[in-house]
Structures are given as C-alpha cells and as structure tokens.
C-alpha cells in the first residue's frame, strides 16, 4: 500500500520561500505520477502542479506558474514543491498525491497534508 508523508510547512512571510517535501513507500516509486493539491479554509482543495513518472513533463495550476516547482529525486523516493514568492492566498494545507496516470483528473493516493502560513 503506496503511503505519502508530507514535510516542511511552516509560517513564512509574503514573499519568503518553503520547499515541501513528500516521501513516498509502499510501492516502487517510478511508477507513479506525482502532484500537489492545496486546501484553504474554506475553499474546495485545488490542483497546484504535477511531475510525470521520470520528471521529465511538469505542469501548474495558473495561480502558481512561475513562482511555484515541482520536482522529484527518484533515487530518494521523493517529491518536492519549491514555493518561492509566495502571497497570503497561497496559505492552505498542501497535500502531496500519487497515481500511476499522469495528468489525469484524480488520483488513488494522499498524504496527510502539511499547513502552510503566509502571513506578515
């Protein structure tokens, strides 16, 4: 059973920078597409980006393109979210997911979730 565990919220002033983290087991990780979803109160969870099995297709949700990463260290089993620039709407719980389809509209797997706060 695929298990994801996500790290590295926190508060982080407008601006400021975090990088997620999410390690994944119970599977053999290169056959899983990969993305990140956000929640904030309030609000339906929404899509944010997503990384095809080896890396090599990314693609973003248009509130986060260009400020926003996503990358995966297949040898380490992980994938990560580089959020750079980030505003106050960007505060929500930030879920990592996995399926072994890419780019489609739902996935078998999540974590946990881990909060982020941007706030002054």
């Known amino acids: 059973q695929v298990h994801l565990v996500e790290s590295g919220g926190g508060l982080v002033r407008p601006g400021g920078s975090l990088r997620l983290s999410c390690a994944f087991s119970g599977g053999t990780f290169t056959n899983y597409a990969m993305g990140w979803f956000r929640q904030a109160p309030g609000k339906e969870r929404e899509f944010v980006a997503a990384?095809?099995?080896?890396?090599?297709?990314?693609y973003y949700a248009n509130s986060v393109k260009g400020r926003f990463t996503i990358s995966r260290d297949n040898a380490k089993n992980t994938v990560y979210l580089q959020m750079n620039s980030l505003k106050p709407e960007d505060t929500a719980v930030y879920y990592c997911a996995a399926d072994l389809r890419y780019g489609g509209p739902t996935y078998d797997y999540w974590g946990q979730g881990t909060q982020v706060t941007v706030s002054s």
């Open positions: 990384i095809s099995w080896s890396g090599g297709s990314t």
